[in-house]
Structure formats: C-alpha cells, structure tokens
T-cell receptor, first 110, second 115 residues
Framework: AQRVTQPEKLLSVFKGAPVELKCNYS??????LFWYVQYSRQRLQLLLR??SRESIKGFTADLNKGETSFHLKKPFAQEEDSAMYYC????????????FGKGTLLTVNP | DTGVSQDPRHKITKRGQNVTFRCDPI?????LYWYRQTLGQGPEFLTY????????KSRLLSDRFSAERPKGSFSTLEIQRTEQGDSAMYLC?????????????FGPGTRLTVT
C-alpha cells in the first residue's frame, strides 16, 4: 500500500530565510504527487502538483523518483506562508483518492 | 460562495446516537469524496462517488457508516451507534473528473465530537 511520510511535524523559520518541507513516499508504481496547504481557519486547498511543474506563491517541488521524494521549497519565506502543509499522492487508475502525510506546521517568524 | 459546503460544521453527540452529515459539492462536479481527519493526522480516504454510484469504500468505513449520493448531487454520510473513536473532522471534496486526476476541492469539514 502507498504511504506518505512527512518527517517534520513543526518547522520554524525567519522571514526571508529559505524553507524546505520534506516529503517521502512509498509506492512501487508512478504516483502523482501533490502539496496541499491549510491556512488558519481556511479549508484545505491545492498548492501545487508535480505534473504541472508550476511555481505557486514562490513554492516549487521536484519529484525525485530515485529518492522517492517530493520536497517543497521556497527561497525566501514570507509570514503569510505560515500554515499547515500536507503532502499527498494519488495512484490513479480510476480512483484518484488521495493518500496524505501527517502534515508539517510551518511558522514563519518576523 | 460556490465552493463545497458541509453541514453541520460542528456536531456533539452522545455515544450510541446516530448522526448524519451533508455535503454539497461544486455544481456539476461528478466526483465526490469523503475523508476523515483525526488529531495530528492527515485526511484519510473513506469513500467516493462517481455521479450517484459509490465505487469504493475504505476498510476504515465500518458497517456503522453509510454514504449516499442519491441524485448525483449532494451526499450524506451517516454514522450509526456512534463511538468515541468516531470523533474526527469529516471532510468532503469534489472534482470534475474527465479522465485524469482532476483537482479536488475541499469543504470546510464537519467536526464530530462523541461524548
């Protein structure tokens, strides 16, 4: 069965510092990877997905199949980036259900 | 607001009671998913619908749980004989699936507390 691991429950950085949220997955096939974000008092929303190769709000994530990782990075963190971040994967087929990690709470200090 | 809506937002019930939650997806979305999230965990898949057909149920969904989407629009999730372990946030998501991993839009969730 597929699994997503986010090793850091909490991550605290200062404004302007680089940030990297780690995500590792286990699945023998070719999954699709996502990052979801939940800001305070807001609903869960998609931040980015690996197939789109976009940079959203300055965040990027590269799928490394060799290391089975999909780390989320931003070169200069902003206070408004403070949120809960979830890495998720979908194995496709016909059911695109998401398997989520436990999440990392990012705090960006002024 | 044209996003996914869920009702109620909070529910407190006593052990053994039945509860029902409602989810209204984004109009014309053909896929509807239910997830459950407990404290300190990410959301976990429960079940999903393609239009009105329930196509998969997780092993997390015991016989006490039942979900419906009678006309392919809104969905209900019922829990019978609630237990304290059912306390969680129940999330609904919808998507317009036309052949490959469409974005899932999440509702605000229903927080269930079983006392």
């Amino acid at each position: 069965a597929q699994r997503v691991t986010q090793p850091e429950k909490l991550l605290s950085v200062f404004k302007g510092a680089p940030v990297e949220l780690k995500c590792n997955y286990s699945y023998s096939g070719s999954p699709e990877l996502f990052w979801y974000v939940q800001y305070s008092r807001q609903r869960l929303q998609l931040l980015l997905r690996h197939i789109s190769r976009e940079s959203i709000k300055g965040f990027t994530a590269d799928l490394n199949k060799g290391e089975t990782s999909f780390h989320l990075k931003k070169p200069f963190a902003q206070e408004e980036d403070s949120a809960m971040y979830y890495c998720a994967l979908s194995v496709g087929g016909s059911n695109y259900k998401l398997t989520f990690g436990k999440g990392t709470l990012l705090t960006v200090n002024p | 607001d044209t996003g996914v809506s869920q009702d109620p937002r909070h529910k407190i019930t006593k052990r053994g009671q039945n509860v029902t939650f409602r989810c209204d997806p984004i109009s014309e979305h053909n896929r509807l998913y239910w997830y459950r999230q407990t404290l300190g965990q990410g959301p976990e898949f429960l079940t999903y619908f393609q239009n009105e057909a329930q196509l998969e149920k997780s092993r997390l969904l015991s016989d006490r749980f039942s979900a419906e989407r009678p006309k392919g629009s809104f969905s209900t999730l019922e829990i019978q004989r609630t237990e304290q372990g059912d306390s969680a946030m129940y999330l609904c998501a919808s998507s317009l699936e036309v052949g490959g991993g469409a974005e899932q839009y999440f509702g605000p969730g229903t927080r269930l507390t079983v006392t």
